[in-house]
């Protein structure tokens, strides 16, 4: 069975593929569209083919660089490092007193078990 996702995909790629045909088509043989009636001359029909794509990607491009400038202009500046590791000096020592207060003294761990020691062999000289 087919999930969402590859029907959504699939439409995509079939549409992707007829509007990249109709280009192709459209701009190196231009006259099928002025027999269609749809422009009265080849030029007039190729200049559109290429001027409708630059616009699209034109006002695509400026439109995502007008979004970056929007959001540089409306996010606060980040704080300075030196405000950053101030604040968490502060809280450090804030929760150093308090670890000392409510907690109790730990009992010491116990002793590891010592591990057998050989005696060393002397090598011969």
Known sequence: MVS????IGGVIFIV?????IFYVVTLFYPTWVV??????TEARVQFWI???PVFVAFIAIMGIGAWIGWTMATTPPPK???????ELEEKKEEE????????????PPPPEPEEEKKPERRRKA
């Open 35 to 40: 027999n269609l009636g749809w422009a009265r």
């Open 16 to 20: 992707c593929l007829i509007v990249a």
């Open 96 to 107: 150093k007193p308090e670890e000392k207060m409510t907690e109790e003294p730990s009992p």
């Open 50 to 52: 290429v001027a409708i």
């Open 80 to 86: 300075p490092i030196e405000e950053i590791t101030s």
């Open 4 to 7: 969402k996702d590859q029907t």
